[in-house]
């Protein structure tokens, strides 16, 4: 999460307009087809509120109450009378009168997240401003953390504290990312360089929110680990090591009576065959899960699988489609853990190769996966013909890779020999797979894992570096799984104060976040957003392609409801001036390229420049393409009218 989406967060004054739908009440036939009010300045923003506590719904201003309001229900406002709001949980029918003095106006829609559990200790919520202040000023703040941490995690926090809450203690896991909750911001404080206190409520919904896994429940874990490999021309080596992986762990399993615990699968990737068919394949399932119950085919198949007899067109191979394969194709259902790791010795096809299979860069082929309870480790073989790749290819695989902040499972094997390249290789694959077979038995076992060190000795071998790749992402996962499995829900505090740095590493002078941003897009916004960036992207590339002056005016005919006036003159404007992209944009507290982009800006740009920042808008729209079909993490909360539903889209993810 970049810290500036803060900064700027309560100088919004409009922002998107959504919010949670919960269950309506039966509303009258006069109130059928009724809209909420807009908010003043905006065209299709809807004016809304949260909820105080001991706020109730009322049939008719001043009458008897129908019910008590959870305290922080977001609610849209359909009409206004002396002190009283009309008001309704969803966009097509208002269901009561709410005082105006109980609520508070609320437009936005950002949420915090609680950040993966890989390297920071719970969020701790304090009663008040002063207290976490007071905190982060004592000479023994780390002592008083710990203290505090143990009182909050004992259930019942002394009433002198200035605590509330905190999240989950480490033996009952993590909060779910599957699981919907909301934590909308209600003031933010700057206080000290690095890190924001931010007055937050926090409230679960419940069953209204809750979409539990299938695979989630008593019992141990079962663990699916998939080897996405390379195999162009060079990777033989490579692929008779992940045989030797696979045969090894499968061993180990037997040994300690986890045979049906760990299942391992194979996907193979090269890259294009219109390219260069004689490749034979871009993407192939080399097999599906199998554990050591079932490991003959498995090994069969792997010992079958060869590395390509022909050069591919481009070095960089096509490793996102072998991903995105995985993600995919694989069956991953039977499983609560699930890893891909990756083993390449190339980058990936670049965003402008006419021949790259999928449009998702690898920031969104992260999210895309992460989406999918699905973590991803690379192993990226730096050998010398790649010198001039190896750059271009970590950046990418850091981000493909990413755990939480600036931390990335990502791992260089050094292949400055193909003996040693193999024999290192084969050292840190083994570990990696260990440390998921050490979660999975220590899990078992009802062992809580510890968290790892954050201090890493200078001049670690490379299975060291494993050892604590492995070492974070089992916690992380072991905690997930755990909270899955309890059902572990967000704190319910109606009025806190948070950190969005964990506070003891910044005691240590160190930045850990706490939490992510995310926006909440019902499925009408997010089709409206990818209509408009895909009129985008045709009218930058016809332009591109015909030095046309007319990009922004075609932009503006495209749809006569993106255009507040198709006529205007665009010179010195700027998208969002212009108002093309979708208004729920505008203001939010992060720099886009996009929205700020001149026509001058776009004329001045090299035909490389244009080119790349189509191909972000082309990754991007792939991306939403994909929210758009996944079913399972998008949120009714009652609501029939599949437009209303709910989908959490990370800040990062907007154009």
């Known amino acids: 999460m970049n810290k500036r989406h803060f900064s700027a967060f309560c100088r919004v004054a409009a922002l998107l307009c959504l919010g949670l739908a919960l269950p309506s009440l039966p509303v009258p036939d006069s109130a059928a087809q009724a809209a909420p ?3 003043e300045g905006k065209k299709t923003l ?93 000479p023994d703040m780390e ?31 993590a909060v779910s990312a599957k699981r919907f909750y909301l934590m909308p911001i209600l003031e933010m404080k700057d206080p000290y360089e690095g890190v924001k206190f931010l007055q937050v409520a926090s409230i679960d919904p419940g069953n209204a929110g809750e979409r539990q896994p299938a695979a989630a429940g008593a019992g141990a874990p079962r663990t699916g680990i998939a080897i996405v490999m390379d195999t162009s021309v060079s990777m033989k080596p490579y692929i008779d090591q992940s045989r030797n992986v696979v045969r090894t762990i499968y061993d180990q399993l037997e040994r300690d009576a986890m045979t049906d615990n760990v299942g391992f699968a194979v996907v193979a990737f090269r890259s294009s065959t219109k390219a260069t068919p004689e490749l034979g394949y871009t993407t192939r399932v080399i097999s599906d899960f199998a554990t050591a119950k079932n490991r003959a085919a498995l090994e069969q198949r792997l010992a079958e699988a060869q590395e390509a007899a022909v050069s591919s067109h481009d070095f960089n191979e096509d490793s996102l489609a072998g991903v995105y394969k995985a993600v995919e194709s694989l069956s991953w259902g039977d499983y609560s853990s699930r890893l891909i790791l990756l083993v390449t010795d190339a980058g990936p096809l670049r965003p402008g190769d006419k021949y790259r299979s999928t449009p998702m860069a690898a920031r969104e082929m992260n999210d895309f996966a992460r989406q999918k309870g699905i973590w991803i480790s690379t ?31 990502y791992q260089a094997v050094n292949a400055s020999t193909p003996e040693r390249g193999a024999n290192e290789f084969r050292t840190v694959a083994a570990t990696l797979a260990r440390g998921m077979v050490a979660m999975v038995k220590n899990t078992a076992e009802g062992k809580i894992m510890t968290r790892p060190k954050d201090e890493a000795p200078a001049n670690l071998t490379p299975e060291q570096q494993a050892e604590r790749l492995a070492a974070a992402l089992g916690y992380a996962m072991q905690l997930e799984y755990l909270g899955r499995r309890n059902a572990n829900r ?33 499925k009408n916004q997010l089709n409206d957003l990818s209509v408009q960036l895909r009129s985008i992207i045709d009218n930058a590339e016809r332009t591109k392609k015909t030095d046309a002056r007319d990009f922004f005016q075609g932009i503006l005919s495209a749809s006569t409801r993106m255009a507040r006036d198709p006529n205007a003159p665009t010179q010195g404007k700027s998208l969002a001036e212009l108002g093309v992209l979708s208004e729920f944009l505008e203001g939010l507290p992060y720099k886009s390229d996009i929205m700020l982009l001149r026509e001058d800006d776009w004329y001045r740009m090299s035909i490389g420049e244009q080119t790349a920042f189509i191909n972000r808008l082309k990754s991007r729209l792939a991306r939403y393409e994909e929210y758009d079909r996944d079913s399972d993490n998008w949120e009714s909360f009652g609501q029939t009218n599949s437009g209303d539903w709910v989908y959490r889209v990370p800040l990062s993810m907007l154009p």
């Open 379 to 409: 192993l990226h073989i730096k050998s010398p013909k790649g010198n001039a790749n190896h750059a271009y290819a970590e950046q990418n695989y850091r981000a493909l890779s990413r755990l939480s902040g600036e931390r990335a499972n």
């Open 37 to 39: 009010l807009i908010q």
């Open 143 to 173: 002592q008083r953390l710990d203290q505090l941490l143990a009182a909050a995690q004992s259930g019942n926090p002394a009433a002198d504290l200035p605590i509330v809450a905190s999240e989950p203690a480490e033996n009952r896991g």
């Open 490 to 522: 967000a704190p319910d505090v109606i009025n806190s104060w948070i950190a969005d740095m964990d506070l003891k590493k910044l005691a240590r002078g160190e930045h850990e976040p706490t939490v992510d941003v995310a926006v909440l897009l019902t």
């Open 46 to 138: 809807f004016q809304r509120v949260v909820s105080h506590p001991g706020a109730q719904l009322h049939a008719e201003p001043g009458k008897k109450a129908l019910r008590s309001l959870t305290p922080f229900t977001v609610l849209y406002v359909y009409g206004r009378s002396k002190g009283w709001l009309q008001v309704g949980s969803g966009t097509r029918n208002p269901e009561g009168w709410l005082e105006a003095d109980k609520c508070t106006p609320w437009n936005q829609s950002l949420t915090l997240l609680f950040s993966p559990r890989a390297g920071r200790d719970p969020v701790l919520f304090f009663k008040a401003e002063k207290g976490l202040n007071d905190v982060c000023q004592a």
